[in-house]
């Protein structure tokens, strides 16, 4: 039962997994600076939003969907524990190829994994506690909420001030340093997700049946709520597609780091972490194309008439 499997993973590949994972937020952090908060302040509607729907209203619409389904209690904790995560860098490329507000979708990113060594731990101990399957979970792991906090600070916090004090002090470097990081920080965090899928490929191939659709309508849920909600709160166009992006990008590198580090690798959480961080950017890439081409084929038919 997919409950009582645990995902092999050895303590020194954590270890570089956790370093690796402060290494692509170094990387991301090289590429922020103090204006990029500064323009929360000054236009704080769509960060707001985007916050909103990233920390409280996909957390309680995940809950909402494990109620309905009710999968398996590692599956629900992996899918509360995704759901808190923050949006993930790779929202910012794909927010630019889908003609979206770049710049929103930086500050997005900035404001909420600074937000997630909060938020991350409070809302999955709180979900994961009001759904009484995996509050047995959570007892059986005696998981502490300090420890948790502490675990993303390191993870993200320390690489974010250390990132943005170079590209302070230090802009030329920064800017050589950024060319290549992000690109191979990514790498060797998908390389480790081959790794792993390899190392437990039985596991995986014979229950990811069982996670698959969950993550895909999951998924789709989060994109819909970030745009939608952007169009209840009349921002623009290039906003809307900034945030639904963003809600839908989570960071689940983080999300696997956190559940090798306090839940012993438990099968059902691994695998949504694991295959949501290879379907979002499927779907990720299919919603940025759809709207790519949207303004094209909207500015050609301006064009002829």
């Known amino acids: 039962?997919?409950?009582?499997?645990?995902?092999?993973?050895?303590?020194?590949?954590?270890?570089?997994?956790?370093?690796?994972?402060?290494?692509?937020?170094?990387?991301?952090?090289?590429?922020?600076?103090?204006?990029?908060?500064?323009?929360?302040?000054?236009?704080?509607?769509?960060?707001?939003?985007?916050?909103?729907?990233?920390?409280?209203?996909?957390?309680?619409?995940?809950?909402?969907?494990?109620?309905?389904?009710?999968?398996?209690?590692?599956?629900?904790?992996?899918?509360?524990?995704?759901?808190?995560?923050?949006?993930?860098?790779?929202?910012?490329?794909?927010?630019?190829?889908?003609?979206?507000?770049?710049?929103?979708?930086?500050?997005?990113?900035?404001?909420?994994?600074?937000?997630?060594?909060?938020?991350?731990?409070?809302?999955?101990?709180?979900?994961?506690?009001?759904?009484?399957?995996t509050r047995e979970i959570m007892r059986s792991f005696s998981i502490s909420a300090v420890d948790m906090f502490t675990t993303i600070f390191f993870m993200l916090g320390l690489p974010i001030v250390l990132g943005m004090f170079i590209r302070s002090k230090l802009p030329k470097l920064a800017m050589r340093l950024n060319k290549f990081m992000s690109t191979l920080s990514i790498v060797i965090f998908l390389a480790f997700v081959v790794i792993m899928l390899m190392n437990n490929w039985n596991v995986f191939s014979a229950h990811l049946g069982s996670v698959f659709w969950v993550v895909v309508v999951l998924n789709a849920l989060a994109i819909f709520i970030g745009y939608s909600m952007a169009r209840f709160a009349k921002v623009g166009d290039a906003d809307r597609r900034a945030i639904a992006i963003e809600i839908g990008i989570q960071n689940s590198g983080l999300g696997l780091v956190l559940i090798f580090n306090f839940f012993d690798g438990l099968g059902g959480m691994a695998m949504v972490a694991a295959w949501w961080g290879i379907w979002h950017i499927v779907s990720g890439l299919v919603v940025a194309f759809i709207w790519s081409r949207k303004d094209l084929i909207t500015n050609l038919s301006a064009s002829m008439k």
């Open 1 to 133: 039962m997919i409950d009582h499997i645990q995902i092999n993973f050895s303590e020194s590949s954590l270890m570089i997994m956790n370093i690796v994972i402060g290494f692509i937020m170094f990387g991301v952090a090289l590429d922020l600076k103090l204006a990029d908060f500064k323009l929360t302040l000054k236009s704080p509607k769509p960060v707001l939003i985007g916050m909103f729907c990233q920390y409280l209203l996909l957390p309680f619409a995940t809950f909402l969907f494990v109620l309905i389904i009710q999968p398996h209690p590692s599956i629900a904790l992996g899918l509360f524990l995704v759901a808190a995560c923050p949006g993930g860098n790779l929202s910012n490329f794909l927010t630019y190829f889908a003609k979206g507000n770049a710049p929103l979708s930086i500050t997005m990113s900035a404001v909420s994994t600074v937000a997630a060594i909060m938020m991350t731990p409070l809302n999955t101990l709180i979900w994961a506690s009001a759904y009484a399957p």
